[in-house]
T-cell receptor, first 116, second 113 residues
Framework: AQTVTQSQPEMSVQEAETVTLSCTYD???????LFWYKQPPSRQMILVIR??????QNATENRFSVNFQKAAKSFSLKISDSQLGDTAMYFC?????????????FGKGTKLTVNP | DAGVIQSPRHEVTEMGQEVTLRCKPI?????LFWYRQTMMRGLELLIY????????DSGMPEDRFSAKMPNASFSTLKIQPSEPRDSAVYFC???????????FGPGTRLLVL
């Protein structure tokens, strides 16, 4: 079974600075998808970024980018120019769609606080 | 375009009562997922449907839980009888198909007293 590990339960960063959230996963699969979701205090789960394992290029969405290291099974999220609105729980998630359940397997999350 | 719609947003009930949670997926999405979030277990999949057919219900805790999807635009998750340990946030999510991004509803916060 796939597992996702987020080793940083809590992190904080000053506004306008850069922060990196870590995520590692365990799988024997070659094709899969990885995601970062954000959960602000409202509890809404919001997609931040998505990465297909067959793509070597790291995904980027505005201030958010990932460092995908397939051999190391690592998928970190970098937030540049942090804003107060980035304060939230961040969840890393894994999905293996071929021949199996499409379920997302989530890590335990990292609570990020952006300080003014 | 409306996102995933869930109702109710909050539910408080007493142990032993029946609870029904409702979900309307995004129009055109073929897959629908029910997740549960608790402090102890985090986010975990309960069941998911593809084209209204249950595909994976291995996460359904026990017979007290049941889910249906009578048509492409509606699904229910029922707990009967409810217990205090069922207290959690229940999320519904939908996607256009295999391997595609899942979009979440706002969740239903359930408290069983």
């Amino acid at each position: 079974a796939q597992t996702v590990t987020q080793s940083q339960p809590e992190m904080s960063v000053q506004e306008a600075e850069t922060v990196t959230l870590s995520c590692t996963y365990d799988t024997s699969e070659n094709n899969y998808y990885l995601f970062w979701y954000k959960q602000p205090p409202s509890r809404q789960m919001i997609l931040v970024i998505r990465q297909e394992a067959y793509k070597q290029q790291n995904a980027t969405e505005n201030r958010f980018s990932v460092n995908f290291q397939k051999a190391a099974k690592s998928f970190s999220l970098k937030i540049s120019d942090s804003q107060l609105g980035d304060t939230a729980m961040y969840f890393c998630a894994f999905m293996k769609p071929q021949g199996g359940s499409e379920k997302l397997v989530f890590g335990k999350g990292t609570k990020l606080t952006v300080n003014p | 375009d409306a996102g995933v719609i869930q109702s109710p947003r909050h539910e408080v009930t007493e142990m032993g009562q029946e609870v029904t949670l409702r979900c309307k997926p995004i129009s055109g999405h073929n897959s629908l997922f029910w997740y549960r979030q608790t402090m102890m277990r985090g986010l975990e999949l309960l069941i998911y449907f593809n084209n209204n057919v249950p595909i994976d219900d291995s996460g359904m805790p026990e017979d007290r839980f049941s889910a249906k999807m009578p048509n492409a635009s509606f699904s229910t998750l029922k707990i009967q009888p409810s217990e205090p340990r069922d207290s959690a946030v229940y999320f519904c999510a939908s996607s256009v198909g295999q391997g595609e991004t899942q979009y979440f509803g706002p969740g239903t916060r359930l408290l069983v007293l």
